[in-house]
């Protein structure tokens, strides 16, 4: 019985192990993950800067139209969006040289 036992033991350790090798030879290096982090931070950060854009361009028509409340509240949605996107862009750096 207890040979079954220890058999068990080192049949379930080396199952682990091979487990944990085979895991760890198809994981995507550390580089791999921050080039994608640095990409998905770009695109985010294009999306922000192309919402700024079109929320400038609304403050810009409310003030044509004599709108200061509406230029208002789109010249803050405008200052948030461009806050965010240089977070966004500072984060893509960031991952970019740690890519290297």
Do not use: I, W
């Not at 922000?48 to 044509?64: G, H, I, P, V, Y």
């Not at 948030?80 to 960031?94: I, M």
């Amino acid at each position: 019985m207890m040979g079954t036992m220890g058999a068990v033991a080192v049949g379930a350790v080396a199952g682990s192990m091979a487990g944990n090798a085979l895991a760890n030879a198809t994981a995507p290096s550390d580089k791999e993950k921050k080039a994608k982090e640095a990409e998905a931070a770009e695109k985010e950060a294009a999306d922000l800067q192309r919402k700024t854009d079109e929320a400038k361009a609304r403050a810009e028509a409310a003030r044509k139209a004599s709108k200061p409340k509406d230029a208002e509240a789109a010249d803050k949605e405008a200052a948030e969006l461009q806050r965010k996107a240089t977070e966004a862009k500072a984060k893509a750096d960031a991952a970019r040289a740690a890519a290297k």
